[in-house]
């Protein structure tokens, strides 16, 4: 069974082309993972800027290996 996730971020305004930098190179690395079935982002452009992420993996442990992978770094 697959898992899925739905992730917001909201960055302080001052911080906002860095966030965004580096949320994209989160998601570029990401898709790489084994197990990563999709991994995307969305930006709001309405309002407060937030980025949005969707992502699937194949199994709970394809999401534990990434979150490992990134959060520990």
Do not use: N, W
């Not at 197990?35 to 194949?58: H, P």
Request: aromatic content about 12%; charged content about 25%.
């Amino acid at each position: 069974m697959s898992i899925h996730v739905f992730a917001s971020v909201t960055p302080q305004a001052e911080h906002l082309e860095a966030a965004e930098a580096i949320l994209r190179a989160v998601v570029s690395e990401s898709r790489k993972e084994p197990g990563c079935l999709r991994y995307d982002l969305f930006k709001t452009t309405q309002g407060e800027i937030s980025f949005q992420f969707f992502e699937a993996y194949a199994d709970q442990a394809a999401l534990v290996a990434t979150i490992r992978r990134f959060c520990f770094r």
